[in-house]
């Protein structure tokens, strides 16, 4: 893999952790409950430090960094629909949006760590950001079916 293809791949990953991190934060703003808006905003806080690393590794390679989200229109970035589930101020709607969000995030990371090419620190940082975004979407998805059995 050459770098320019690494750094197609990482700024990929940026882009989602930067949508997730805005998307966290967003649904932060308008759950009803405290719990879940504490989560929610560990996770976004969680979003922003995984962008900065992996931006670091960006650095090292003599690459571009990465300020923003969906990088790509053609890549769906799973939050496109939080703002609208959060408006609604039901915290059902936003644990599945949020989960919709992590789905999006947990292939991706999937898809970066299924080329044998991506090798190195860098991957060991891909690789432990996405076990850490694996347990968050299960958290997510645990507490939205806690959340719709008690609805």
Not at 48 to 70: H, P
Not at 88 to 101: H, S, Y
Not at 118 to 147: C, F, T
Request: aromatic content about 4%; some cysteine; hydrophobic content about 40%.
């Amino acid at each position: 893999m050459t770098t320019a293809e690494i750094s197609t791949t990482i700024k990929s990953l940026v882009g989602i952790l930067k949508d997730g991190e805005l998307g966290f934060a967003e649904a932060a703003r308008d759950v009803t409950r405290a719990d879940l808006r504490e989560l929610f905003r560990k996770y976004s806080l969680q979003r922003g430090v995984f962008g900065q690393a992996l931006n670091r590794q960006m650095k090292m390679l003599d690459q571009e960094t990465v300020d923003s989200g969906s990088i790509t229109g053609a890549v769906h970035r799973g939050w496109i629909e939080t703002k609208a589930a959060v408006s609604t101020r039901d915290d059902v709607a936003v644990l599945e949006e949020c989960e919709r969000g992590e789905d999006a995030a947990v292939k991706a990371y999937r898809d970066a760590l299924g080329d044998p090419h991506l090798d190195g620190a860098i991957r060991e940082v891909v690789k432990a950001q996405q076990s850490e975004i694996q347990d968050a979407h299960d958290r997510i998805r645990a507490l939205r079916d806690v959340s719709k059995a008690t609805h």
